[in-house]
Every structure is written in structure tokens, then in C-alpha cells.
């Protein structure tokens, strides 16, 4: 397969979605862990963030699909740059499928099935082991916050490719056709 220059459309599309999703739900999933049992919002925001997530977690699934047969293009910059990018992005998708799947088993942990806006249901496999709840809650928490921040950097990073270095790299995934 001919490694492609920019990326396709479609990982254009689930890249600029995702970083939109993320940073949606980590501030949604901060926001709802204050709210009180008489809150208008008590059942309704924890419903949309996991549904929102199942719905991620899918659509990420289908992106290391698609990027493992469509390829991408390679990673411009130093030895070391190219070695930190390709770890963060592992990284990247490594904390997002923690997050998955803590998220799964807190919300599971009840033998509840998951209802992702009344399409369909995602079943519960039940309290796995002990404290099931508040071990992936630990998890879930840590793991976002530690995306988040390597969300930053890795968007500095590309920033840094763009502005200083004035290479491709930003170019590549804003689908810019001068390349």
C-alpha cells in the first residue's frame, strides 16, 4: 500500500469529532459529579455522556479500523519528535479505551444495561469484582484528566510543526491540497 500524503476525509472528520467529543464529555463528566439527586439534570446528563461515549467508543473502533487499512501519512520531524508522536498517539488511544471500558463497568456494575438514546442497549455483565464502582471511578477520572492533558500537548506539538518548524504536519489534517 502507497503511504498517503495527508489524511483522508475520513479520518479528518473522526479526528476534529473526536477532540470535539472529548473535550465535551470531560467537562460534562465534571460538571454532573456535582449535581445534587434534585437537580433537573441528575439523570439526564449521565444518560447523554453515556451515550455520547458508547457512541465514541464505536466511532473510535471504526477509526483504528479504517487508519490500519487506509494508512496514514508519516510523521514529519526529528528522530525524537517522531518517536513522541507515534508513543502519544499509542497513548492517545490507550487512555481512550481505559476510559471505555471504566466507564462500561461503572455504569454496569449495577447489572443495568446501558440505553444509548433508546437505539439500542449495551448489556451488563454485573459487579465483576469488589468495589467495582469506585475502582473504575478512580480510573475513569484519572485516565480523562491524563488525556486531556496529552490532548494539549499534542495540539501544541502541532502547533509547533506549523508555526516554527513550517512543515506539514498540521497541513496533513486540516486536508490542505497545496501539499
Not at 500500500?1 to 460534562?28: C, D, K, S
Amino acid at each position: 500500500m502507497e503511504q498517503p500524503t495527508q489524511y483522508n476525509a475520513v479520518l479528518r472528520a473522526i479526528h476534529w469529532l473526536t477532540a470535539l467529543v472529548v473535550v465535551g464529555l470531560f467537562a460534562v463528566g465534571l460538571w454532573m459529579v456535582d449535581l445534587t439527586y434534585y437537580s433537573s439534570w441528575y439523570k439526564t446528563a449521565p444518560y447523554w455522556h453515556k451515550s455520547v461515549g458508547i457512541l465514541l467508543a464505536v466511532l473510535t473502533v471504526f477509526r483504528v479500523l479504517w487508519r490500519s487499512f487506509k494508512g496514514a501519512p508519516q510523521i514529519e520531524g526529528n528522530r525524537l519528535e517522531r518517536t513522541a508522536a507515534h508513543s502519544a498517539h499509542r497513548l492517545i488511544y490507550i487512555l481512550l479505551f481505559v476510559i471505555f471500558t471504566s466507564g462500561y463497568l461503572i455504569s454496569t456494575s449495577d447489572g443495568r444495561a446501558i440505553e444509548v438514546f433508546n437505539w439500542f442497549e449495551v448489556p451488563a455483565l454485573g459487579e465483576l469484582f469488589t468495589n467495582q464502582s469506585d475502582i473504575a471511578g478512580a480510573i475513569h477520572y484519572y485516565a480523562a484528566f491524563t488525556l486531556i492533558g496529552l490532548a494539549i500537548l499534542h495540539a501544541a506539538a502541532a502547533l509547533k510543526h506549523h508555526f516554527i518548524d513550517k512543515d506539514n504536519t498540521l497541513r496533513k489534517m486540516i486536508g490542505d491540497k497545496s501539499l
